[in-house]
């Protein structure tokens, strides 16, 4: 299996990369970057970290050495700014780098699957899917960093091992995610968190966001994708059956179309399996509504940009603004 990760030289693209190598299930991971030091330092450092587990290659690369990628993970984006109190507000910036390194990725690799961690996750995954024709099987967006959230606020909540909790977040990956907290389970057993239990919870995972950017750490949350982004590489290369909420193109599923939202899939090597649907309380499921409203009027501002750029800026290059 090869994995290209664009924008390996970032915190997230690094860290995926490392985390990836270490599980030894995949042959060769290149890391595009237009910072190609900062790349091939990773590379060599990577490689060198996994000699005695794994034989994974990792190298830096140019676009012509991601050729026959059997997965892309897109982690490239404008640089992390403690400014920004919406992940939303990223699109502008980011859509045309995204498009741009995606036009070039799939003329070398037409038939590789597609992970989007770049933000805004859900509306880059809908417009990608639909301007390129990537089958939605075929992209999926990482969402799973909230429900890991949900987990650790639900297990500070209760003074428990995060690792008893199974919770989900579906949704948006951003201002109107949607934690289930209908269908919490403590050991396996479902658990229905009391009024103050809820209200502590949503108030951790609610400010996360701002709180990380006041703390102006000069980067993102690179360790918490890198585990997820592993996991589902692991899953896509093994299908060993696993669900995990990844924003995926809706079309009937929850009652929806057009839009795509954090769902539970089954991932294998061909991609998304199959689309699980929770049975969501009614408030849950006004909710999920909500987000995927916040989601389309993000799809439609990017579809906007998209004609605009069609006519100011057809050809941006990897690593510099559209002008």
């Known amino acids: 299996m090869k994995v290209t990760i664009a924008g390996g030289a970032g915190v997230v693209g690094s860290a995926a ?6 599980d030894g299930l995949v042959d060769e991971i290149v890391l595009v970057d237009p910072r190609k030091n900062l790349a091939e330092a990773h590379a060599m450092d990577i490689e060198q970290s996994v000699v005695h587990r794994s034989n994974t290659r990792v190298y830096s690369g140019e676009i012509e050495n991601t050729s026959n990628s059997d997965l892309v993970i897109m982690t490239a984006g404008v640089p992390h700014r403690s400014t920004v109190a ?40 809908y417009l990608i899917h639909k301007k390129y024709s990537i089958p939605r099987q075929k992209i999926i967006g990482l969402n799973r960093n909230d429900s890991s959230r949900f987990r650790w606020a639900i297990s500070k909540t209760l003074s428990i091992p995060p690792t008893a909790v199974e919770a ?15 269908d919490i389970r403590i050991h396996g057993k479902k658990v229905l968190l009391n009024p103050d239990q809820v209200n502590e919870t949503k108030k951790v995972i609610s400010s996360f966001f701002t709180q990380w950017n006041k703390l102006q750490p000069g980067r993102t949350a690179g360790w ?15 299908g060993d059956g696993r669900h995990w909420v990844c924003s995926t193109p809706l079309d009937g599923e929850y009652g929806l179309s057009d839009v795509s939202l954090g ?61």
């Open 224 to 238: 918490n994708s890198a585990e997820s982004i592993g996991d589902i590489v692991a899953s896509l290369n093994k």
């Open 17 to 22: 990369a490392f985390r990836i190598a270490q």
């Open 263 to 323: 769902v539970p899939v089954r991932i294998g090597p061909e991609g998304v399996q199959t689309i699980l649907e929770f049975q969501l309380d009614p408030s849950e499921k006004k909710a999920f509504e909500v987000s995927a409203k916040a989601v389309k009027e993000q799809i439609q501002y990017g579809q906007d940009l998209i004609k605009k750029l069609g006519q100011e800026c057809p050809n941006v290059v990897f690593g510099k603004p559209c002008n």
């Open 86 to 125: 919406s992940r939303s507000e990223y699109l502008e910036e980011n859509l045309p780098l995204i498009l741009n390194l995606t036009e070039a990725i799939l003329s070398k690799s037409p038939f590789a699957i597609w992970m989007m961690v770049s933000v805004p996750v859900d509306s880059l995954v």
């Open 168 to 182: 989900y977040v579906l949704g948006e990956h951003g201002e109107t995610q949607v934690p289930v907290f209908s």
